[in-house]
């Protein structure tokens, strides 16, 4: 399971799913709701079993950390993290912004991450030590120095409002005080516009692994930095994460610490 023989062949998966998803349309009685605002249907469950059965393929010993379900973790850290459709609700509603996110973490450390949008037909790509790419092109982080010139993405929890107006507050001084802030309605296309500079932050709570996994380590490779709300490296399995050009991380570290 080397990554770097992995990653064109999980590319070249990735697109060939993407172009399937784009071929598909989904009536409005084929909708199915996993929880408050949490919708699925047979375009995540049939793209998903469409990639972990190549996955499986290509690295029988690794497991599965997927959203829909299919297959099994590996307790021994070595797994598939997936994400079949990251912005169900867009794609459902005919707004071009979602894409597919895979990851492969060995022994708990993330190694490999692509991140496919098929609307655009961009794939970003990045291996642990090699750097991040989109469509085979090297990418890096802004180089925007201060909060007040930075374009932020964010999103809102569908189900867990536990948090709901220490958020709300956040939001309200974050947007005074940068160029804007961007609500796109996928976590991981969010992280990959960080990664190529298109965005200065991202941040969210209320996220799942398979949300972040590819995303995490595609702004880590371009030198960003990817923080959870406590200023902590491990944003993986935590329900928080800010991911920054890594220049304007403590500014908004420290924003985020006055409501969390």
Known sequence: MEPNQLVSQVEELCVEVGKWMLEQRVSPEAIETKSLNNFVSFVDKTAEEKLVNILHDLAPKAGFIAEEGTGTPNKNGCNWIIDPLDGTTNFLHGIPVFCISIALEINHELVLGVIHDPNRNET??????????????????????????????TGFP????????????LLGEITKRTRGVRRLGSAALDLAYVACGRCDLFYEYAL?????????????????????????????????????????????????????
């Not at 569908?158 to 507050?169: H, I, M, P, R, S």
């Not at 200023?231 to 409501?259: C, K």
């Open 124 to 153: 970003y790509s990045a291996v642990k030590k090699g750097g991040s790419k989109c469509n085979g092109h090297p990418i890096s982080v802004s180089k925007t120095l201060q909060l007040e010139d930075a374009l932020l993405a």
């Open 158 to 169: 569908y189900d867990d409002f536990g948090k709901q107006e220490e958020y709300l507050k």
């Open 208 to 260: 799942n692994p398979w949300d972040v996994a590819a995303g995490i380590l595609l702004v880590r490779e371009a030198g960003g930095s990817v923080s959870n709300f406590a200023g902590e490296d491990d944003a993986l399995f935590g329900d928080h994460i800010l991911a920054s050009n890594t220049h304007t991380h403590p500014e908004m570290l420290e924003a985020i610490q006055r409501y969390f």
